[in-house]
């Protein structure tokens, strides 16, 4: 196939486009104030995966961002300990190194800040850190992972440690090459006629106003109903989003704009997880957000659009990981 190199002064849309949004980066990024080695990403991989990091010895970090199904768990709401539901929709893990900050309210910075709330939260993974690091230091196998992937400290085996690896194995897990992605970096024949129309809708209509960046969202905040507020379905009036977080009357409805990359493959949607249908978002966002009504055609390439976002998924290897042994802590209904 011959790759159609494009001068975008010869493309107003792929001009446009670029000046807009960015592709997603070949390599990994980088975790400010980590210095990722394969090492630590092997450690942190191992983590990821491994359920003992919860109370019943039963949910990693994999199972609500399952990385075989776009980063999320395809539920409305997560299953934490317990069988308790989490309170909103799980966002995916994937590309989320490039997000402004981690959650739907933005209350964690960065991975490396995000890695250690699930795992305390009782909702959740359900065990304290200090029962976290009995577990790790009861598993014989981890003292040799912690000790290469951290060689300069004395006592390796600690939270921040911890969070930190897994922080830097979730980097590592972004979905490059994209027909959009492509098309960014010059490829006129990388988006069908219809993906092409859908762009240019998704500028016109003011969509990119919000879902701009590398990753198509995740890099501000906004409230959900900038014109109309939506249903109680979506919009549950005992959700106040960022509010929680910084106590602000303004920031009540406010959530960090979700991210857009391999949309198609996340479904539920937003932050309530109530909608299961692309087109009945793209609906929703227009008359909420955007004060329109669109026709059936413009969410047909506005969707068709949201389709070329999907890039390469993440190849990772399932790890062995450490086996327990007699002085394991062991799991706890």
């Not at 409230?223 to 960022?242: S, Y």
Request: proline share 9%; net charge negative.
């Amino acid at each position: 196939m011959v790759v159609i190199e494009a001068d975008a002064a010869d493309d107003p849309l792929m001009k446009q486009a670029q000046a807009t949004f960015e592709p997603i980066p070949l390599t990994p990024p980088t975790i400010k104030g980590i210095a990722s080695t394969p090492a630590m990403v092997n450690l942190g991989k191992a983590l990821y995966f491994d359920p003992r990091l919860s109370q019943s010895h039963n949910i990693s970090c994999n199972t609500c961002h399952q990385i075989g199904l776009g980063g999320v768990d395809m539920l409305p709401n997560s299953i934490g300990h317990k069988w308790q539901h989490g309170g909103r929709n799980a966002p995916t893990v994937l590309n989320a190194v490039v997000n402004v900050a981690q959650f739907w309210d933005g209350r964690a910075a960065d991975l490396k800040a995000q890695a250690g709330g699930p795992i305390q939260n009782p909702i959740e993974m359900g065990i304290t850190h200090e029962h976290a690091i009995q577990m790790l230091k009861g598993i014989s196998g981890y003292s040799k992972l912690f000790e290469v992937a951290f060689a300069k400290d004395s006592d390796p085996i600690t939270m921040a440690n911890a969070a930190n690896a897994i922080a830097a194995f979730e980097a590592t897990l972004i979905t490059p090459n994209a027909p959009f992605d492509k098309y960014l970096r010059g490829d006129q024949a990388a988006l069908t006629p219809e993906q092409r129309n859908g762009l240019q809708l998704f500028m016109d209509k003011g969509c990119s106003s919000c879902h701009a960046g590398i990753n198509v969202g995740g890099q501000m905040y906004a409230p959900f109903g900038v014109v109309e507020k939506p249903g109680a379905d979506f919009l549950p009036p005992d959700d106040k989003g960022r509010f929680q977080v910084t106590h602000t009357v303004s920031d009540e409805y406010v959530f960090r704009v979700p991210p857009l990359r391999n949309i198609t493959l996340t479904p539920p949607y937003f932050h309530t997880g109530k909608s299961w249908d692309l087109r009945q978002a793209v609906a929703v966002m227009g008359t909420s957000q955007l004060g329109q009504h669109l026709t059936d055609a413009e969410i047909s390439n506005i969707t068709s659009f949201l389709e070329s976002l999907t890039g390469q998924q993440p190849n990772v290897t399932y790890p062995i990981l450490p086996p327990s042994g007699v002085e394991t802590p062991r799991p706890q209904p």
